[in-house]
């Protein structure tokens, strides 16, 4: 229970710490709006108290700290400066790193943990209370007492409730029959100050108890019952053997400590007066609860009266729903052929249905993909985060702005993206963003600006990175890329060739080991990352204005449009993503070149063939005749290539199997789908065919030979 | 008869807390996630005793207290502040708007059903 409660807390951090993102986003935009400051106080207070109860105690001194300083700033006791702000947005990062630490185990940076600490105690005052974490000893019966005291011993007390007590709901019975499971007590009314029915004041309190118990339990234990009438009565608690006690605590004390403390003589000497016997005691203002008519149903409603009634469910659960979809689509496909080949007269009946069947079953597969539908938000929120480090470590300044937030995209796929945004983000503050001199140099503003935007582009997702920086580099990337060997000396390049060699396998600009880059980890790390979800990544750059990076991604990773093809007798499916235009060939079309290479001849332009068939090892039945239909596929450097295949069959929406548990990695094949017939159709992968290709290879050495002749 | 406990607190992790400890001893619990929502809710769930949180959004604690005892309701239901703080200043605040007593963040169950108990006399 306590396991599954500590689960909802982690749950609900990661909702508080968006919160508190958020927050402090607007903050810093210059928004002080007093409910914002609050809200970002309230997060930082729930997280130490859901904190406090599990016993987290570095996050709940953390966010203590953190909230005092922003307690101090919630009653405009501080400025919000740019110098605290930062400080402020460094500690919610701070704090979000000590929520995933408690929640997966690990160290923090200790330093850096010492470093905020510091700094946010400059804000706060030097005699500013210490909040001892500890559950506080409201239940003195229940704790343990230093002395054992197991003598029974008859306790005298004198309970004279002021008249305030009464308007705070505290009600006197209660007092006494929660004393009474104590030991044995016995109560007496002294209505000795009760004045003359005219003289009566109905607001006064003029009742007197008095009190016999005998108990083995400590005098503290009593005191607690009366804390919370602390300061609204008159109360003395005496006993019989007090003097003793003390003695015997002193003595305790001193064979513990060896030296006799200091005691705090809280013994009050209250008279006692004889009490006059009365019967058990009258509830004097017995609570009077509005009884009203409280329809169970409707209090259940009311639980889930939040702002937005959500349902938190097993991501598995959501996974097996997807794949059960998933076959099902298959299983009407499946069904659908199996109608048709049918030899019957007059199906038109059974097709409706099973019209009716498909739309339906699409409808539910719309649905349960929303399901796993999230808005990027929450990445975007800490990408805002990637920026500050970043900035803070490059001495640069940049400030992210988001763009398209509610953008939704599939939960796996916001995942998978984290890395490759933050890797290209951290690039462009590092490398894009100039230096604060060298921008207002340039006429810029001193902080650089980086924009993250996405937005739904047909059926993908397109995420964009813009920075206003200086672009890239064009010269010195080139000359890098000739110095490593990645291309020859005298390759004549495009611009848009020069800005994606920054994908190459082994391509560094840095100079010097920063502390961000040089951590051997490159651009074509990212583009893996992309491409791997079945996406493509595209760098556009203007020098002294800065660069795009573009993203595009399918919508989810479980379904995806795909053209059927036949290669070799082989049913296949290529991701319509890919495919800019389809054709079907002439032999006037097609080019020789090289040994085995082959161009075809678009509209006076010249693209390289890649042979489908051939490229995967696959012999076609008969070799004679040439491919007759091309697909011109578009490459992530936005070259251009056609796949010959034997001819097209259909156009829709498959179901994607993954393969990498099955076999691994295949070059060439991205995944596989199950078709109409039952049977296993390969999705092909046309970037990593291309690449096989000897006709893309040739015709890429050819075109740079012949632009090299031309300049 | 169980006694009823209306708890308001902004935070999930605390409801479901109190949720745990208070079925567990035998309350009936009902959970309100903003003062403003747990006062709304007052008349409908006629609690034998309300547990409220202090910093919370639409209505505060304090502001909990002073509708529940003001003129329009004028409950006399016992009401416990829960609050991470334990200044005296916020005991005194929180009392001077009428509440009953106090409950100190983190709680132990044990502590959170003895304060009841003082207030309510629930044998629960």
Redesign the interface.
Known sequence: MAGSIQDTFFEECEELLEAMDEGLTAIEGGDHDPEVVNAVFRAVHSIKGGAGAFGLDELVAFAHKFETVFDEVRANRLGLDTKLIQLLLRSSDHLSDLVSTARDGGSTDEAHHDVLIAALEEYIDEDEEEVVFQPMGLGGAFEMSPIEVEKERVYSIRFHPLKDMYGTGNEPYFLFQTLADLGTLEVTLDESELPGFDALDTDESYLIWALTLTTTEPKSAIESVFEFVEGLCELSIESDMDEEDEANALAALEAAFGAAPEEGGDQVAAPFEPPVSAPEPEAVAAPVAAKAAAPKAEAAKSEQRGPNPTLRVDLERVDRLINAVGELIINHSMLAQQIANLDVADLRDVETELEGFKNLARDIQEGVMSIRAQPVKPLFQRMARIVREASAATGKTAKLITEGENTEVDKTVIERLSDPLTHILRNAVDHGVEKPDDREAAGKSRSGEIRLSASHRSGSVCIEIKDDGAGVNRPRVKQIAIDKGLIPENADLTDSEIDNLLFLPGFSTAKEISNLSGRGVGMDVVKNAVTALGGRINIASTPGKGSVFTIILPLTLAVMDGMVVSVADQTMVVPITSIVETMRGSDDMVNNLGADGTLLSIRGNFVPVCDVGGALGLSKADQDQPPGVYLLVETETGQRSALAVDDIHDQRQVVIKSLDGVCGNIPGVAAATILGDGKIAMILDPESILAASPSAAAFDTERRISNAIAS | MKTKVLAID?????R??LA?ALEEAGFEY????DGR?GV??Y??????VVITDI???NLDGFGVIEEL?GEG?N?????LVLT????PELKARA?GA???????????D??LI??L?????AAA
Do not use: Q, Y
């Not at chain 2, 409950?75 to 009401?79: C, N, Q, T, Y």
């Open positions: 902004d935070s999930r992790t605390i479901n807390l745990a009902h959970c309100a996630v929502e709304d809710m008349a409908d769930v006629a609690p034998d910093n919370m959004p005892r309701i409950s006399k239901v016992p009401i991470t703080e334990s200044a009392r009428g509440a009953t007593g106090w409950i100190t963040k983190p709680f132990d044990a502590s003895f304060a108990k003082r207030v309510t006399g």
